[in-house]
């Protein structure tokens, strides 16, 4: 069962790492707002993971709350910020 | 229960690499944002379900206090991940991000 739970934070590591790629070349900036949502969503589980790997699962589980918490406010305040300023494209001679 | 732990695991893991796979592969922001809302929301939520799950093996009351506390993660992502989704869809509506079409097909 350990070797389960190890298995899937190492998958879920390698994903992160795919996401890294959208964050680093993505064509707007919203692109990059995106990945490090995600890259955010899979670390609130990641953190999870860890707790069950280490055995003190109840530690854990504050930081992964306050992990989500400080996501979703990051994603909105991107989101609002990018919005009022209307350039979000990289490459401006489009 | 083990087996339900391993097959929520599974299927969590793989609705994480469908949609990182969506968010590398897709050619237009929309299509990138619908595959990575969805696909983030559910998998999160079958993976916190498995930990709550392996977290009650063995029932006393930490356990289960413990338990509750990842559920009220599980039930901040159910309400959050969408609505982030929904706050990045009105931004690239608003600066004009405009959508993928097909050559020739443009409405």
């Known amino acids: 069962m350990h070797s389960i739970f190890l298995g899937a934070a190492i998958v879920l590591l390698l994903l992160m ?10 064509p707007t900036v919203l692109d990059r707002i995106l990945g490090g949502n995600v890259i955010g ?51 401006t001679d489009q | 229960m083990s087996v339900v732990v391993i097959a929520l695991l599974v299927a969590g893991v793989f609705l994480f690499a469908v949609g ?10 929309y299509t990138r944002l619908h595959a990575a809302g969805k696909c983030d929301t559910l ?6 379900l498995a930990l709550a799950l392996f977290n009650l093996q063995e029932f006393t009351f930490a356990n289960l206090l413990v338990s509750l506390k990842i559920l009220s993660i599980l039930l901040f992502v159910f309400v959050a991940g969408p609505t982030a989704t929904h706050a990045l869809t009105e931004a690239a509506l608003v600066v004009g991000v405009e959508p993928w079409t097909k050559e020739g097909k443009r409405p």
Do not use: Q, W
């Open chain 1, 17 to 26: 790492l795919l996401c890294l790629v959208r964050v680093v070349g993505g």
């Open chain 1, 41 to 91: 969503t899979h670390t609130t589980v990641l953190l999870l993971l860890i707790g069950v790997l280490y055995g003190n699962v109840g530690m854990f589980v504050d930081i992964a709350i306050a992990y989500a918490l400080l996501n979703f406010i990051a994603t909105l305040g991107a989101a609002k910020y990018f919005l009022r300023r209307k350039e979000v494209h990289l490459d």
């Open chain 2, 43 to 48: 998998g999160s939520i079958l993976l916190i």
């Open chain 2, 20 to 29: 990182v796979l969506g968010i590398l592969r897709f050619p237009d922001f």
